[in-house]
């Protein structure tokens, strides 16, 4: 069949969930059987995400190709059950990148380069290119920002000449709105949707259909107020209600007819969805048989998105133990003194990733109460700097170990600087980014974790994103005081037998930590292993 394209723009407000539209949609049509694929267009000028502060723009996705990416590239992962890779992330600086390059190359010799057509093709090629690259029969974009904004207009003008290019019966327009309920007055306003439908079509996009960002479901008369303002048919306007879990909106759009109106629209043949992974994931959810509560030690808490990929493995995980994970936030500034008499309540303790000085003395206390008291400890990134750091000061005698990302001069740089980063310059793009193989021990805690999905050499493959790395000239002197290498990087040259990937503690109920972010590669379908484990480990402390 022809490929067809989907596109999701939104309007009245930011942050109105467009990315779990889109990826409800995408898993709609994944359990129909059909090849997906998902773009996601940011307007800013960044050329990717990398760089941003976490707290304002959430956490940075990385792709097993090492492309940093916005957060919703992850949610399309999660809920598509696929892997994306760089091509399905495009932003304004990419696309101007590109385009003065071919400029630079003489590739528009004589032409004057324009927003159109220029601008605008890089942009169509990108998204045609999405689908080539991975083979997709349908390809979903969703174009970020609110409609209006003045640096959404070229990807705008970019979809609609995809409608025109390749017909109405292989493109669907799809807008997600805000439907604000006013107390005062007791009723829902439809006029910021109709504002927002007029805006739209003032760049040549007439909505095919319309999705209702509200409480709760909208009720008839609302939504034919609403078709009969934006031209669209009433049987058309659909609402993504306020949830109680993100994976249920798969279903309660598929309930209102999204599905139907997408195969009526693209000529697709009318197939029953098979939603039973969705159906055992929301009952799980909702009648967990156990219950759990561990805490995650971090320094972007208030900014939980800044972990929206732990925290969404920490639910898969919780769904294949039968429980619910009940998460809480410590931030580790507040650990820093040695005070850790928080933690005490929680059946497990997880320190993710981030970077720079602040709250690391915190991260160490939490990293040696675990240690001490046999809760299990779950690093990621950063956690296993801080655990190594704090076995090499209290068990190892170390006692001025740290990283020389938050000492330099220090005396005994158990982490430090990666050899191939010394020469870096650029922030952008630079660090150790995508899949890498990991070797893991046989005899360990981490082959057992891993044991479905080691291969004959007993390899796996995890995402990571760092520049720091466990200093191969310690592996010996804490391997003596008893700290376990139950991962490491094969063929890394100059590394000993090679980049510290894993640590154990043995003798411990669990204290695993890893140099990836085993959370990226973490599904509904195919929960992470290490998450998976981590949150049996905190049942069975809870149920001691």
């Known amino acids: 069949m022809d490929r067809k394209f989907i596109f999701v723009t939104g309007g009245v407000v930011s942050s109105l969930g467009k990315g779990i539209s889109t990826s409800s949609i995408g898993a709609l049509l994944r359990a129909r059987a059909y090849s997906v694929t998902a773009v996601k267009i940011d307007p800013y000028i960044n050329v990717d995400a990398g760089t941003m502060r976490p707290y304002e723009h959430g956490e940075v996705f990385v792709t097993k190709d090492g492309a940093e990416t916005d957060l919703d590239i992850g949610t399309y992962e999660r809920f598509l059950d696929i892997d994306l890779t760089k091509i399905n992330n495009v932003t304004t600086g990419q696309v101007y990148q590109r385009v003065i390059q071919k400029e630079r190359s003489g ?72 439907l604000p309920y006013l107390e005062t007055s007791e009723e829902y306003k439809t006029k910021p949707t109709q504002h927002s439908v007029v805006t739209l079509r003032s760049v040549g996009i007439q909505p095919d259909g319309i999705i209702l960002r509200s409480k709760q479901l ?61 159906h055992n994931a929301i009952k799980t959810l909702r009648e967990p048989k156990y219950q759990t509560d561990i805490v995650i030690v971090g320094k972007y808490i ?18 294949a133990n039968n429980a619910q994970v009940n998460i809480n936030w410590i931030d580790a500034e507040t650990l820093a003194n040695g005070d850790t008499e928080s933690l005490k309540e929680f059946s497990a303790i997880l320190v993710p990733g981030g970077f720079g000085i602040r709250g690391i003395e915190g991260k160490i206390q939490a990293a ?8 299990p400890y779950l690093g990621l990134c950063l956690g296993l700097h801080v655990a190594t750091i704090e076995f090499a000061r209290n068990v190892a005698a170390l006692k001025d170990a740290n990283s020389t990302e938050f000492d330099p001069y220090t005396p005994e740089p158990v982490i430090d600087l990666m050899p191939e980063q010394l020469e870096v310059e650029d922030l952008g793009g630079t660090m150790r980014l995508g899949d890498w193989p990991m070797k893991i021990t046989k005899t360990s805690k981490l082959a057992e974790i891993y044991s479905e999905r080691l291969d004959k050499n007993n390899i796996v493959f995890e995402r990571h994103r760092h520049r720091y790395e466990f200093n191969p000239k310690y592996v010996s002197i804490l391997k003596k005081a008893g700290l376990k290498i139950s991962g490491l990087t094969p063929g890394m040259e100059g590394r000993g037998e090679g980049l510290v990937e894993a640590i154990e503690l043995e003798n411990h109920p669990f204290f695993v930590a890893l140099q990836s972010h085993p959370e990226l590669t973490s599904r509904l379908m195919r929960p992470s292993p290490p998450f998976k484990s981590f949150i049996a480990a905190s049942l069975a402390r809870k149920n001691d």
């Open 368 to 375: 040696k109460y675990a240690r001490e008291n046999k809760i």
């Open 218 to 278: 909208a009720d008839e008369s609302v939504c034919n107020k609403i078709a009969l303002f934006t031209n669209v048919a009433k049987e058309n306007v659909f609402t993504s209600y306020n949830a109680d879990f993100v994976y249920a909106v798969p279903e309660i759009l598929e309930q209102q007819g999204i599905g139907r109106l997408i195969e009526k629209s693209l000529g697709l043949e009318s197939i029953t969805p098979e939603l039973q992974v969705w």
């Open 107 to 178: 590739e528009y010799l004589s032409q004057t380069v324009q927003v159109i057509p220029h601008i605008t093709d890089e942009i169509k090629n990108r998204i045609y290119q999405a689908g080539i690259d991975d083979n997709a029969q349908i390809v979903l974009v969703e174009v970020g920002g609110t409609v209006g904004d003045i640096e959404s207009l070229p990807f705008l003008e970019a979809i609609r000449q995809i409608r025109f290019e390749v017909g109405k019966e292989n493109s669907l327009f799809f807008h997600v709105t805000l």
């Open 302 to 319: 208030a900014m939980p998105d800044a972990y929206l990929s732990v925290m969404e493995a920490l639910t898969h995980a919780g769904i």
